[in-house]
């Protein structure tokens, strides 16, 4: 999902392959755990617009539930 591209210059930034957004090493260095969210919810926004078809019918992922009967976890 990103690739790290350095300039010519000699800074390094993380780049998103779908759009081309970029986010300087120096910010994940100086601001981990903002960043990381950041990167998440950039993730997520990607995720979510792939959900929705071109027609604007949602593609739902249905995932197998379990289902526990009774108090206290036993079932």
Avoid: W
Avoid at 61 to 75: K, Q, T
């Amino acid at each position: 999902m990103y690739s790290t591209i350095r300039n010519v210059v000699g800074e390094t930034f993380m780049t998103c392959n779908d759009c081309g957004d970029a986010i300087s090493m120096n910010t994940l260095c100086n601001k981990p755990i903002q960043s990381a969210a950041d990167m998440l919810q950039h993730i997520a926004a990607h995720n979510a617009s792939r959900a929705v078809a071109a027609d604007g019918h949602i593609n739902p992922r249905l995932e197998a539930v379990r289902v526990l009967s009774g108090h206290g976890g036993n079932a």
